[in-house]
């Protein structure tokens, strides 16, 4: 049965609580002992899927096909445990799971209240796998005091309180902020955001202090007598350079030490890490630079990017430089000539994403690294853009498109080489969908096989024939323009097992010319960068010389 750790934030949002379960996971495992990490959201939508990546940073993808938070993409690339779709809940899918019991007669006529029924929901997704693990990391999003997260306190109380004693443990994060005028780190925040806590009825084990300096052994004291923690439970979570230095320097300054005397284990064996000792060695000791540039439209905000971002990071790693990526919004191109802002890459990434705005920048920048041999890596809309290029400029069809810019239109434009998919095979069923369909859940998401042409570039990379990888969209490229584009020099080198779905282009010849359907970023980690990226950095690393 496993050991239960909630994580809470206070004073302020985006200090880090998912990079700090995460890295308290990695450090768990070090020790020998199982993990699971869990999100907790408070928003009322069912899940992020149909959230603007400018509302919420990027969706990430489950094998089993949830639309999740971004934050459960940190808990796979620091522990390398797969998430699943019972990893991540929100508000509104827990209200949406009461109110289908209610409506089936599951309640047997009673009221239904926030108490007990909807922290009772909580508190079953909460149990969900806890005899599978050691530790359990449960994150709730947002602040202590929001309205939108007093459910999932409440039921966390309640969690805490049915358990047998030494079982449960709270962590909470908070803002030591640092007031140059007078030179002090202010502890104020924090004891207001515990006695906030302590309102209602939980009380933290831990602080974790994000700070930009140490804490004095005076404000330390404070913290401890104020909030009612051990000292050395006071613990101090600096700014780093980088995330992946995380696991190391938080146990540097004690928090699984700290985590394993809340839980009263003194025998736990001593952390392993020189899997992450390598990990920032080769973060902060590279042997050269490239540039890669990454051509999409919510450039504005990097996480709508992050698992890119961080994949990149990855394949550096292995290949030992700093990967240098910027972030250029495709509606340039779409009035400029993507020659000047493109030439002084070593490689060109164009990523995922919905709509036409922006298209047609994409389609010039992939034109650009077909033309000038520069290593190109389209990922889903990016894969599309780059066979919407070839069946314009390489086989004649000069009104190629995606029925995707048509439905937005409301009238036919374009040539749809690219077609919104109806129906696949998910498993032992098929799965039918019209383009009327609500748009939460409705794509084709998860884990999909496919099978790799022998000989071909991308069977080389990823030494085998057969791959599964994540999936996120509801357009397809539509095999019947195969044969035309392949006769052109495209080839399709990565079909579903039916021989229907395209998965992968490559261009014969070219550098590094690969579109992929998928998302493989999303299986990157720092330690098991994936293939895709680490060779794509590799090919940089090659243009880089040449130039």
């Keep these: 049965m496993a050991r239960f750790i909630f994580i809470t934030g206070g004073v302020v949002s985006s200090l880090g609580k998912g990079l700090a379960s995460a890295a308290l996971g990695a450090l768990l495992q070090a020790r020998g002992y199982s993990v699971r990490l869990r999100k907790l959201d408070p928003y009322l939508n069912v899940d992020p899927g149909t959230m603007s990546p400018f509302e919420h940073g990027e969706v990430f993808v489950t094998d089993d096909g949830a639309e999740t938070d971004l934050d459960l993409g940190h808990y796979e690339r620091f522990t390398g445990v797969a998430a699943r779709s019972t990893d991540s809940i929100s508000s509104g899918r827990i209200y949406s799971n009461v109110l289908e019991k209610e409506r089936r007669g599951d309640y047997l006529g009673k009221t239904i209240q926030v108490i007990p029924h909807v922290t009772n929901e909580i508190k079953d997704f909460i149990h969900i796998g806890a005899d599978e693990t050691d530790f359990m990391l449960c994150e709730i999003g947002g602040t202590v005091g929001d309205i939108e997260g007093l459910p999932f306190f409440e039921a966390i109380r309640q969690f805490i309180q049915e358990r047998p004693r030494g079982e449960c443990i709270l962590m909470h994060l908070t803002l030591l902020p640092y007031l140059a005028a007078s030179g002090e780190l202010k502890t104020k925040p924090t004891q207001h955001s515990v006695k906030e806590l302590r309102s209602i009825g939980l009380a933290p084990d831990i602080l974790l202090c994000r700070s930009e300096h140490p804490i004095p052994d005076k404000e330390r004291a404070k913290l401890a007598l104020f909030c009612n923690v051990r000292a050395d439970s006071v613990i101090a979570a600096l700014d780093l350079k ?46 050269g630079e490239v540039r890669v540039a990454i051509v ?23 290949n030992r430089v700093k990967v240098r990526a910027e ?34 920048g994409k389609i010039r920048a992939a034109q650009f690294a077909r033309e000038r041999n520069v290593p190109y890596f389209g990922i889903c809309l990016g894969m599309q853009m780059a066979v919407i290029e070839a069946a314009r400029n390489l086989a004649g069809i000069a009104d190629a498109g995606s029925e995707e810019f048509d439905h937005e239109a409301g009238g036919k434009r374009f040539t749809p080489v690219v077609y919104h998919l109806k129906e696949w095979v998910e498993g032992n069923r098929t799965v039918q969908r019209a383009a009327t369909d609500d748009k939460g859940g409705t794509m084709r998401l998860g884990a999909y096989d496919a099978v790799l042409t022998e000989g071909s570039q991308v069977a080389g990379i990823y030494g085998s024939l057969s791959i599964s990888e994540r999936h996120r969209h509801r357009y397809e490229v539509d095999t019947k323009y195969r044969k035309m584009l392949e006769e052109k020099g495209l080839c399709f080198s990565g079909m579903s097992p039916d021989g229907k779905l395209p998965e992968i282009v490559e261009l014969p010849g070219h550098p590094w010319y690969i579109g992929v359907q998928f998302h493989p970023e999303l299986k990157s980690k720092p330690f098991q960068p994936h293939p895709l990226f680490a060779d794509f950095v590799r090919a940089a690393v090659e243009q880089s010389r040449l130039v």
Excluded: C
Aim: proline content about 7%; hydrophobic content about 40%; glycine content about 8%.
């Design 327 to 360: 972030w250029i919004d495709s509606e340039i191109f779409e009035t400029e000539d993507p020659a000047p802002h493109l030439e002084r890459f070593h490689a060109i990434l164009v990523p995922g994403g919905f709509g036409e705005r922006g298209t047609e």
């Design 296 to 318: 999409g439209k919510y450039t504005q905000l990097e996480d709508a990017y992050k698992s890119i971002a961080e994949a990149l990071t990855h394949g550096g790693m292995l």
């Design 242 to 287: 980088s995330i992946y230095e995380a696991p190391l320097a938080y146990h540097r300054v004690g928090l699984d030490r700290a985590v394993l005397d809340a839980f009263g284990i003194s025998s736990a064996p001593q952390p392993q890490l020189a899997r992450w000792e390598d990990v920032a060695d080769r973060v902060y000791n590279p042997e």
